[in-house]
DNA sequence: TTATTGCGGATAAAAAATATCCATGATAAA
DNA sequence: TTTATCATGGATATTTTTTATCCGCAATAA
């Protein structure tokens, strides 16, 4: 049971979008950088964010990305199963009915007991980070993280986020 | 996010098992053939069962597998954990000091709280296997699936377990 | 027009999961 | 004692998945 290194990468990323002013972008290659990453890669995993419009991009000179909602709506729910798809961990190959002896199929209309267990924890799982909101994991940061570290994030953020055309400003999204 | 096939196999092994008389063994390669699976291959995962002394071993003809403790005593948390190894499924890759401005490691020594609340639902993921006994699937099973299926299992039990030498058959495990 | 950016496809490289084989030691039965 | 059966562990091969790169395209701000 393991997860791909772009749900780490795609919740820093959400997280650090959370701090851009209003309808402002940043450039995926700005948050490969922040975060030691490969750019190119990166953009794969920020799309599947947008494909779930999790997040919006901006394409041409001063584009990227920004929160599609705010980030109070966004959970680390969404996050995963847009990174990771939506399936379940726990996939049932209905071994119980591949042995020797062929039963008919009427009796397997019941589902597997097993399945059933395993995709009950993953319920449980789930459950657990619809909890967590993106705005929870930002304010926790601002809070309790090592000033330091904060006001480096800020600082960042500060740098390349991108004022767009044509719009004001908006308060920010937590 | 993905469990290995493994898991299945083994759970189901572990509730064929729960079914044998006393001490009774049943071999891999029977259990191999009651799901359809490849012999070679489940032996390895048969292999971390025992590892993890939720099975015993017993080389040699009539030799097999049998539970190491009561269905009672087994979760499924305990069969995923042996399969699946101990690891989170998030592995943090601490990306948030990866970086280009280096700041110094005192920085960095309060815990990741994306990393912490991904941990939190794994926990809830775990305590939910926690609750789900191998005992449990059994009667499950026994009450709930298709009456056919029911007796050709056990029927497959009767006919593949093997008693042991020198000691008395004990009560079900169930 | 030019430069920058996200998008999608094709492809490659690396890692992990799946599967097979064989030599070994243990042991029950003949 | 011999033989056959079984689990064990190592080595290895095969397949799949993950990770990563590259290029051409469309959009767009300057």
């Given amino acids: 049971m393991k997860l791909g290194e772009g749900v780490e990468a795609a919740i820093h990323c959400a997280a650090m979008l959370a701090g851009v002013d209003g309808n402002s972008t940043m450039s995926g290659a700005a948050m490969a950088e922040a ?6 890669y990166l953009l794969k995993h920020l799309n599947q964010l947008t494909a779930a ?3 919006e991009s901006v394409p041409g000179p001063a584009g990227g ?8 709506r966004i959970t680390l729910l969404d996050i995963v199963l847009a990174v990771e798809g939506k399936e379940p961990a726990f996939r049932c190959g209905e071994i119980r ?8 199929a009427s ?10 267990a395993m995709l009950k924890a993953e319920r449980a799982y789930r459950a657990a980070l619809a909890e967590a ?5 930002v304010v926790d940061f601002m809070n309790d ?3 330091r570290t904060v006001s480096a994030s800020c600082a960042f953020v500060e740098r390349h986020q991108r004022p767009q055309k044509n719009q004001s400003n908006q308060p920010s999204k937590v």
């Fill in 35 to 40: 975060f030691g990453l490969s750019p190119s």
């Fill in 53 to 55: 419009r999790i997040l």
């Fill in 65 to 72: 990305y920004r929160l599609a909602r705010s980030a109070e």
């Fill in 97 to 104: 009915q591949r042995g020797p002896v062929r039963l008919d």
């Fill in 107 to 116: 009796a397997y209309v019941k589902p597997c007991g097993i399945n059933a």
């Fill in 133 to 137: 909101k993106l705005s929870d994991i």
């Fill in 145 to 147: 993280a090592d000033p």
